[in-house]
């Protein structure tokens, strides 16, 4: 009897019954598994049939029929498991599966990048001669509750040691002692922090009103550029005082026609500009600064925050800060975001400030002006908090000092205006005097 013959009846626990052949689609799904227990248990398990003349019948490849064949024999249905090219069954026993899944999640706890080809690894360590297919490895996944996705990178470091952590902590600790001794000595109006901030002409991101039904989002045009083109540098007191600004320009030539645009924007708000090969703040810069501005506009002594940058700390600075009676103070690296007042509560809110008003015709110089009126109306409330948020300070402590020193002024303001009454009062006398002789 012809293997169709034979294997006709198996159709009446096909609902659907025996689907037409189509190349490069796999129909075996259609049929119920009762309809392959009995192929297997009366007609090939006997000898019947043989697989090849089952699946020519049942339009499924050799292959899948086989694999199912030997999953019912092993009686381990939903094992993950796959057929090599002899017929051979290959699965992972519990154990070994067990094994593998820790495997995967102490790579994947360790934030390392872990793939297919990972997986391949920890199978082939346990049977070198057997190389997993793509199918085995997403059920072996699948049964296991592991998937993949885009994660994001994140930068890798070091792992500090207990030491080391200990040495930061007595770094830091000593960064906030040394701030507290300064405002107790120099009072909060004569503790500065000084830094540079990136400046553009126009901003990355701004918002902006669009459609919702409309899936591509539209671009903001613009003419400034919002690659870093100029440099800001800022210093601020523990009181809220703030310095001129000086913007600092990559140029040699102040006679050029870009560097006007910067020097007139600049010039209406009080404020400076330097010029540097690269834009960005160098040592001589740094020296000119230190000297030409901030000597010039603070009472002295006093104490200046700085960060670690290398221009910050050159000879030449360090020596005209010690003749000046300025107190330098460094800031602990890798830190600055945390413990530098600018960068806690200054910048980020100066920076909102500027794109707030920025429009799409704004010019460089236009932009200049919108940030250096952000700069002025930047309030000094603002600055005591960011100091209070960056270092550890008593509660009050910048607003008593701001007080004290606004009371001492005041005592200076009517202690000068009595010295004019008695020269006033003697130089009349003195005249009286000339007269009577």
């Not at 697989?51 to 490849?61: E, G, K, R």
């Not at 400046?199 to 870093?228: E, I």
Request: net charge neutral.
């Amino acid at each position: 009897m012809s293997p169709t013959v034979l294997l006709a009846p198996l159709l009446a626990h096909s609902t659907t019954g025996c689907p037409k052949k189509r190349n490069n689609y796999n129909y075996y799904s259609e049929y119920p598994n009762e309809l392959f227990s009995r192929l297997f248990h009366d007609y090939i398990d006997p000898g019947l049939v043989t697989i090849n003349d089952a699946a020519t019948f049942l339009h499924m490849p050799y292959s899948t029929l086989s694999s199912k064949y030997s999953v019912w024999q092993s009686g381990s249905k939903g094992t993950a498991g796959t057929m090599d090219r002899r017929g051979t069954k290959r699965k992972l026993s519990s154990e070994n599966e067990s094994l593998i899944e820790r495997q995967v999640t102490a790579r994947m706890d360790s934030n390392e990048k872990t793939q297919n080809r990972h997986l391949v690894d920890f199978i082939m360590n346990i049977d070198p001669h057997w190389h997993p297919s793509i199918g085995y490895l997403n059920r072996l996944k699948k049964q296991h509750g592991i998937g993949s996705r885009y994660t994001t990178v994140v930068k890798k470091g070091k792992e500090k040691t207990n030491e080391e952590k200990d040495d930061e902590y007595d770094l830091l600790a000593d960064y906030y002692d040394k701030v507290a001794i300064a405002i107790g000595h120099y009072g909060s109006s004569g503790v500065w922090n000084y830094d540079e901030k990136p400046l553009s002409t126009a901003p990355k991101k701004v918002p902006s009103f669009q459609h919702k039904n409309k899936k591509s989002v539209p671009l903001v045009s613009k003419n400034g550029d919002p690659d870093r083109v100029y440099t800001a540098a800022c210093a601020v007191a523990a009181n809220g005082t703030k310095l001129p600004l000086t913007i600092i320009k990559k140029g040699v030539r102040a006679t050029s026609a870009s560097s006007q645009v910067v020097s007139d924007a600049v010039a209406p708000f009080g404020n400076y500009m330097a010029l540097t090969k690269k834009g960005w703040v160098s040592g001589d810069s740094m020296l000119h600064w230190l000297i030409d501005v901030f000597a010039v506009n603070v009472s002295l002594p006093c104490a200046l925050i700085l960060d670690g940058y290398r221009s910050h700390w050159t000879d030449e600075v360090q020596a005209a800060a010690k003749e000046l009676r300025i107190e330098l103070i460094s800031m602990p690296a890798n830190h600055t975001d945390e413990i530098q007042p600018l960068d806690v509560g200054v910048f980020g809110a100066l920076q909102s400030m500027t794109d707030r008003d920025w429009e799409t015709d704004s010019s460089t110089g236009a932009y200049l002006n919108s940030f250096q009126q952000a700069w002025v109306d930047f309030k000094p409330e603002s600055i005591r908090k960011a100091f209070y948020n960056a270092v550890p300070l008593q509660p009050g402590i910048l607003e008593d000092h701001a007080a004290d020193q606004n009371a001492r002024q005041h005592q200076i303001v009517i202690q000068d205006a009595m010295d004019e009454v008695d020269a006033a009062l003697q130089g009349v006398m003195d005249e009286v005097a000339k007269v009577s002789r």
